[in-house]
């Protein structure tokens, strides 16, 4: 498999897993929950472990400004589609700027390493 492939899989797991950590977070209501708490240490350390597998590959300050801003991107998502909160237009505009500056970085940088 391509090295650069497989590094980026691995920081697309450890972006989805930062995800569920986080909303496990939510849910943990200051770790007074059992349950969500175990998931919180579980979830981040699978994220740690991936990522650090992808930075075996992709340069460090690009591989967390993708899973920082896409980190971002999604759990705004979640906290909108799942835990039903509500996101105004400053925060909208904000996400669009974040998924921009990825998209630039990562299409028009040489730094991204493909």
């Given at each position: 498999?391509?090295?650069?492939?497989?590094?980026?899989?691995?920081?697309?797991?450890?972006?989805?897993?930062?995800?569920?950590?986080?909303?496990?977070?939510?849910?943990?209501?200051?770790?007074?929950?059992?349950?969500?708490?175990?998931?919180?240490?579980?979830?981040?350390?699978?994220?740690?472990?991936?990522?650090?597998?992808?930075?075996?590959?992709?340069?460090?300050?690009?591989?967390?400004?993708?899973?920082?801003?896409?980190?971002?991107?999604?759990?705004?998502?979640?906290?909108?589609?799942?835990?039903r909160q509500n996101l105004d237009l400053a925060a909208w505009v904000g996400i669009a700027m974040?998924?921009?500056?990825?998209?630039?970085?990562?299409?028009?940088?040489?730094?991204?390493?493909?």
């Amino acid at each position: 498999m391509n090295p650069a492939l497989a590094a980026y899989g691995a920081l697309g797991i450890a972006i989805v897993c930062e995800v569920i950590g986080s909303t496990l977070l939510q849910k943990s209501y200051g770790f007074t929950r059992l349950l969500p708490t175990i998931g919180v240490a579980v979830f981040y350390i699978i994220a740690f472990f991936c990522l650090s597998q992808a930075l075996k590959t992709i340069p460090l300050g690009v591989a967390y400004a993708i899973w920082a801003g896409l980190g971002i991107v999604l759990t705004a998502a979640v906290s909108v589609i799942v835990l039903r909160q509500n996101l105004d237009l400053a925060a909208w505009v904000g996400i669009a700027m974040i998924v921009g500056g990825v998209l630039v970085m990562n299409l028009f940088s040489s730094a991204a390493g493909h």
